[in-house]
């Protein structure tokens, strides 16, 4: 039955990005960059227990200023893009489960921040009954390289540290979701690696450059056909 509901949200999702136009698909929106000043509203402004201006925020718009313990190469001023050029996805200003669409993601590592000493990102396929993890980064890479996947499908992010902790975008929501206004098709992901913690969402901070593959369309399609047969199965 789970597996049954996982397949109902997908092909929701899928419909909600024909409609959007973004390969991030979920139940939320993109809203306009805030103030930035650490009273948890949206949901990743929050003091880090790294530094007090450190959270994701600080990172992508306008750099750090008093943070610590900066890990595998991450910049000490941050990405300095500028919140004008930035937006954040949320379900009115609350983390929610997104997916990302089938294409062509290149992945670059731009930082991390404290956490343990060993940690791995990478995603797989939640619509499989055991789900296999698949691997982009871990420790042994520094800011600045890059992996580059073909998806055929929707796909999950996750952050593994500790590595007895798992952490992904629908259990217990642990990645947060960014682009950029002016660059087409680049966007940003952040992770938290603390169980009902800071929620700074910078523990690892990955840019994204996404190509949709031309199937995908046709994808949109079909699961407008498969969510009205997935209904009456359900119903």
């Known amino acids: 039955m789970w597996h049954r509901v996982w397949q109902f949200f997908v092909l929701l999702a899928i419909v909600a990005a024909a409609a959007s136009a ?27 227990a790294d530094g007090t201006n450190c959270n994701v925020g600080y990172f992508l718009a306008g750099g750090f200023g008093g943070c610590s313990n900066l890990k595998n190469g991450t910049p000490a001023s941050g990405l300095n893009l500028g919140g004008s050029n930035l937006e954040y996805y949320s379900d009115n200003d609350a983390i929610t489960p997104f997916l990302l669409a089938a ?21 797989y396929d939640p619509l499989s009954p055991l789900p296999v993890l698949y691997p982009l980064f871990n420790q042994s890479n520094t800011a600045g390289d890059t992996a580059t996947i073909m998806a055929t499908g929707v796909f999950a992010l996750y952050l593994s540290d500790n590595p007895h902790f798992f952490r992904s ?67």
Request: overall charge neutral; cysteine-free.
């Open 103 to 123: 294409g062509q993601w290149t992945f670059t590592l731009e930082g991390r921040i404290a956490g343990s000493n060993t940690f791995e990102v990478g995603y």
């Open 169 to 235: 975008d629908a259990n217990p929501l642990g990645v947060a979701a960014f682009r950029h206004t002016q660059l087409p098709n680049r966007f940003y992901f952040g992770f938290e690696d603390r169980p009902r913690g800071d929620w700074d969402m910078n523990d690892v901070v990955l840019s994204a450059h996404y190509v949709p593959e031309p199937g995908t369309y046709a994808l949109i399609g079909a699961g407008l056909l498969g969510l009205g047969l997935l209904r009456r199965r359900l119903g």
């Open 22 to 48: 973004s390969p991030v698909i979920g139940p939320g929106a993109w809203s306009s960059w805030p103030a930035v000043n650490n009273n948890g509203v949206p949901f990743w402004d929050r003091t880090s």
